[in-house]
Every structure is written in structure tokens, then in C-alpha cells.
């Protein structure tokens, strides 16, 4: 099965396992079948498309037999109008599984459905950045101002390659959702993770996922986070920061005036970067992984401006591997501090 179906993007065991069911009728089609997406499609539309061997007529009629996009269409009552406004976007969005994983996630957790149409009309009218961007939800989010010229940065995806690996960011709809399931199912899983019911809040404005491939095939996600927190020592004679998060749910209104104003000039920006997740990732290659990602990590920093303080955890093999880069105010040829703890 892997050499037959190698070229389809993203195949799983159980579409695979359709498509062997199925290769009889569908013989001619799977040789041009492109992702995970299209091939779900075709297997379920076998009595349409059997003995078909012009991919291109199965592919125009994606928006009337695709039963997931039917389903979502119906779920959000995206009017015929909309449809053929956005018809190029829509399919794009279908051939990526959206209307597969979408449909899904909306199936097991309907109480976002509200926030779910939103999003996906937003990625439909190719306005998803926009509604991920608004205004200055991000500022709101932080609640703590931010420069024009960071916010733009922030909203800029780098990559960083080395080799056999390339990391870069996300901050698209289907990679963020996406995020649970690749390269691994973990709790956020849009299909039957534990916390799937929190995987929204990955869209927020200071959120992004990055991923690291390696040869070409994801093998790391993790998600980084742009906050605040205050930094002090850990001893005295310690040269390691130590970092607390704020508080954003602290009731503040029982502080008086002169205290809120002592925490907000203590606190500053900080880029996290939360534990990320291997699959398939060779022990000889997780050492060159985590430093491109550290890489990666620091670059950020420096484009956003040396106020801020990026800080991260991996876990790699069960070892943790703290690490606080220090951007302070900096004289003409000075390098950054940087301090690394492993525990």
C-alpha cells in the first residue's frame, strides 16, 4: 500500500484501506489522485465515479458530491450566492480537507458552531488573517500596548532551514487545527482529543503553531505564544531569570492604583514556546531539531525588538530543556545574554 498510494498527500491507514477496497472501480483515478482529501472524496462517491478516468471531471464536481462540504454548506447556510462569489477558495478549501475536518470538529463539539461559522467564512472569502488580526485584538489579548512595528512582525511567518530540517510558523485556519493531529493525535486532536473543546483559542491574535519537517514529512509541532510576564532572580547569585507569567485573572480591581502601576512597569513581552510534540523524529536528528527551532525562536525576537524576552520548554527523550534568551538595552557591538538550564 505505501508504494501504490506514496504520491497521495497526507494518507492515512483507514483512507488507504478504502482506496484498497475500492482500487478494482477506482484504478484508473488513483494514479492521479493528489491528496487525503480527493481520496476520501473518490471512495465515497464509488458509485459515481466508477470506471472514471479523467480526474478533472471527478474534480468539478466536488462542490455537488462531496458529502462534507454538503454537510458544512447545510450546517452554516452558505447561500448559493456566497458559494459561487468564492467557488476557487472553496474547492482550494476542500482539496486541504477543510470541509473534512471542519465538519468533524463541528460534529463533536457543536456548541462552537457559532464560532466555527465564523471562521470557516472568513477563510472562504479569503479574509481569515483578517479576522484573526482584528483591529487591536492583540493589544486587548496582551492587554498591554504594542508597537505597530512588533504587532507587524508578529503577524510575519518566518522559517528557518538547516539541511534535512525546515521549521517554520502557522497561523492559517486548517495547519492550527490541524495542530492536534500532526505529526501526532494528542489531547487537542479535532477528533477525539480531551481538550478538543479548547483548540479555538489556538486562533487567538497571540497564538501561532510551528512545525519542523524533516526530508520533507512533519515530524514537530509545537505552539508559541506571544504574553507578558515579570522576570526576577532566582537567587542572588543566580545569573538565570526566573519567569511569571501575569495574572490575567487575577481580580487587579482589588489592587489600589500604586500597586497595578508597580506591576505594569515590571512586566514585559515574552515569547513562549510550549512543549512540543515529536513522531518519527530520529534520536540523531533531535538535537539539530531543537536548535533550528531555538534558531527560529530567536530570530523572532530580534525582528520584534530586544524588549523582548523569549523563553521555552521542550522535552525531548523525557529530558527538559529550559531556555531564557535576554535581549536588554544593548551598546553598539554588545551580544545578547543568552542562558540555557536543562533539568
Given at each position: 500500500?505505501?508504494?501504490?498510494?506514496?504520491?497521495?498527500?497526507g494518507?492515512?491507514?483507514?483512507?488507504g484501506?478504502?482506496?484498497?477496497?475500492?482500487?478494482?472501480q477506482?484504478?484508473?483515478?488513483?494514479?492521479?489522485?493528489?491528496?487525503?482529501a480527493?481520496a476520501?472524496?473518490i471512495?465515497?462517491?464509488t458509485?459515481f465515479?466508477q470506471?472514471?478516468?479523467?480526474?478533472q471531471?471527478?474534480r468539478e464536481?466536488?462542490?455537488?458530491k462531496?458529502e462534507?462540504w454538503?454537510?458544512?454548506?447545510?450546517?452554516?447556510?452558505?447561500?448559493?450566492e456566497?458559494?459561487?462569489?468564492?467557488?476557487?477558495?472553496i474547492?482550494?478549501?476542500?482539496y486541504?480537507?477543510?470541509?473534512y475536518?471542519?465538519g468533524?470538529?463541528?460534529r463533536?463539539?457543536p456548541e462552537?458552531k457559532?464560532?466555527?461559522?465564523?471562521?470557516?467564512?472568513?477563510?472562504?472569502?479569503?479574509?481569515?488573517r483578517e479576522?484573526?488580526?482584528f483591529?487591536?485584538?492583540?493589544?486587548?489579548?496582551?492587554?498591554y500596548?504594542?508597537?505597530?512595528?512588533?504587532r507587524?512582525?508578529w503577524?510575519?511567518?518566518?522559517?528557518?532551514?538547516?539541511?534535512?530540517?525546515h521549521?517554520?510558523?502557522?497561523?492559517?485556519?486548517?495547519p492550527?487545527?490541524?495542530?492536534?493531529?500532526v505529526?501526532?493525535?494528542?489531547?487537542?486532536?479535532?477528533?477525539?482529543g480531551v481538550?478538543?473543546q479548547?483548540?479555538?483559542?489556538?486562533?487567538d491574535?497571540?497564538?501561532?503553531?510551528?512545525?519542523?519537517?524533516?526530508?520533507?514529512?512533519?515530524v514537530?509541532?509545537a505552539?508559541?505564544?506571544l504574553?507578558k510576564?515579570i522576570?526576577?532572580?532566582?537567587?542572588k547569585?543566580?545569573?538565570?531569570?526566573k519567569?511569571?507569567?501575569?495574572?490575567l485573572?487575577?481580580?487587579v480591581?482589588?489592587?489600589?492604583e500604586?500597586?497595578?502601576e508597580?506591576?505594569?512597569?515590571?512586566?514585559?513581552?515574552?515569547?513562549?514556546?510550549?512543549?512540543?510534540?515529536?513522531?518519527k523524529?530520529?534520536?540523531d536528528?533531535?538535537?539539530?531539531a531543537?536548535e533550528?527551532?531555538?534558531?527560529l525562536?530567536?530570530?523572532?525576537?530580534r525582528?520584534?525588538?530586544?524588549?523582548?524576552?523569549?523563553?521555552?520548554?521542550?522535552?525531548n527523550?523525557?529530558?527538559?530543556?529550559w531556555c531564557?534568551?535576554?535581549?536588554?538595552?544593548l551598546?553598539?557591538?554588545?551580544?545578547p545574554v543568552?542562558?540555557i538550564?536543562?533539568?
Open positions: 500500500m505505501q508504494r501504490t498510494f506514496s504520491h497521495i498527500k494518507l492515512d491507514n483507514i483512507v484501506m478504502r482506496l484498497l477496497e475500492h482500487y478494482e477506482m484504478q484508473y483515478l488513483i494514479g492521479d489522485i493528489e491528496t487525503v480527493e476520501r472524496y471512495c465515497k462517491n458509485g465515479f470506471g472514471e478516468k479523467d480526474i471531471i471527478v464536481q466536488i462542490l455537488d462531496n462534507d454538503k454537510k458544512l454548506k447545510e450546517a452554516f447556510g452558505f447561500s448559493e456566497f458559494i459561487r462569489d468564492n467557488e476557487a477558495r474547492k482550494e478549501f476542500i486541504k480537507d477543510g470541509a475536518i471542519m468533524t470538529y463541528l463533536n463539539v462552537k457559532e464560532a466555527l461559522r465564523r471562521l470557516v467564512y472568513a477563510e472562504l472569502m479569503g479574509r481569515f479576522l484573526k488580526y483591529r487591536d485584538d492583540l493589544a486587548v489579548e496582551l492587554d500596548p504594542i508597537l505597530d512595528s512588533s507587524n512582525r503577524m510575519e511567518n518566518i522559517q528557518e532551514k538547516s539541511d534535512r530540517l521549521v517554520w510558523e502557522e497561523d492559517g485556519l486548517l492550527v487545527m490541524q495542530m492536534g493531529q505529526p501526532e493525535a494528542t489531547c487537542l486532536s479535532y477528533v477525539d481538550y478538543k479548547c483548540l479555538l483559542a489556538c486562533h491574535a497571540n497564538k501561532k503553531v510551528i512545525y519542523l519537517s524533516l526530508d520533507g514529512k512533519i514537530l509541532r505552539a508559541i505564544r504574553t510576564g522576570y526576577g532572580s532566582i537567587k547569585d543566580s545569573s538565570l531569570p519567569l511569571e507569567f501575569a495574572d485573572s487575577a481580580p480591581f482589588r489592587q489600589d500604586k500597586q497595578k508597580e506591576v505594569k512597569q515590571k512586566e514585559e513581552l515574552i515569547l513562549f514556546l510550549e512543549t512540543a510534540y515529536m513522531s523524529l530520529p534520536q536528528m533531535a538535537g539539530p531543537i533550528l527551532i531555538l534558531r525562536m530567536k530570530k523572532k525576537a525582528l520584534m525588538g530586544y524588549g523582548l524576552r523569549p523563553a521555552c520548554f521542550i522535552r527523550g523525557g529530558q527538559r530543556i531564557v534568551w535576554e535581549y536588554p538595552c551598546s553598539p557591538g554588545q551580544k543568552s542562558s538550564l536543562t533539568a
